[in-house]
């Protein structure tokens, strides 16, 4: 469990103020009315509560996927939001990965050459491309899998080569939205334990959108959106 309370750690994400609005059949919707979050270097925040409060909203602002309607989201003090879109992208390549509840693999690919599509995006060689994303794939146990297409491998299998994706660049963030939500339970335990060891191993700072209880309970913190602002609920 990250040890990151206290004045002497910084925050690797500040978020301040941070509101989203958007214009549906003419009529302004405020999702995230005020999110005022701390996450803290190498810890695992579970975000919950009701569907449609705004989690998956928070994490796309997090991993700059959308851009606010106001607030600041600071990396290492930063303010990500004042690069323009080119090098924001180039900045979310490397230092975010991505899971999602539906992997959004290409199912006219195997294993390998999904794993190696972000490597390619930030335009290492291929065989570069290739060694990253063999070491990560042989790391999630499917080391046997590497040149099946995608659609051959089942449910979990799947979410393991969209994990690997997420981390073959090695970023510094996880971002994960519903993981295991479309899994069967065992399947969903492999995961949930696999995302855990990677973050320890690599340092990670993840933040797991999530309606399993189990998992959020197995993260350092949880926070509820509540009204389109953040609540902490455990781990302070």
Known sequence: MAEHNG???????????????????????????????????GETLAVVGASGVGKSTLL????TLERPSAGQVLWEGADVFAMD???????????????FQFHHLLSEFNA??????????ARESQ???????????VRVGLKERLTHRVTTLSGGEQQRVAVARALVLEPEVLLADEPTGNL????????QELILDLNRERGLTSVIVTHNLEL?????????????????????
């Open 112 to 121: 390998l050459e999904n794993v190696m599509m972000p490597a390619l995006i």
């Open 184 to 191: 069967d339970p065992k399947s969903g335990a492999r995961v």
């Open 85 to 99: 879109d080119k090098p924001l992208a180039a900045f979310r390549n490397r230092k975010v990965g991505f899971v």
């Open 7 to 41: 004045p002497e750690t910084p925050a690797k994400i500040r978020i301040r103020g941070l509101v989203k609005t958007f214009k549906t059949n003419g009529i302004q919707v405020q999702v995230l009315t005020g999110v005022d979050l701390d996450i803290f270097p």
């Open 216 to 236: 959020a309970r197995a993260l350092d913190r949880r926070i509820t959106l509540v009204d389109g602002r953040a609540m902490v609920v455990q781990g302070e």
């Open 127 to 137: 065989g570069v491309a290739r060694d990253q994303a063999e070491a990560i794939l």
């Open 60 to 63: 796309h602002i997090l991993g």
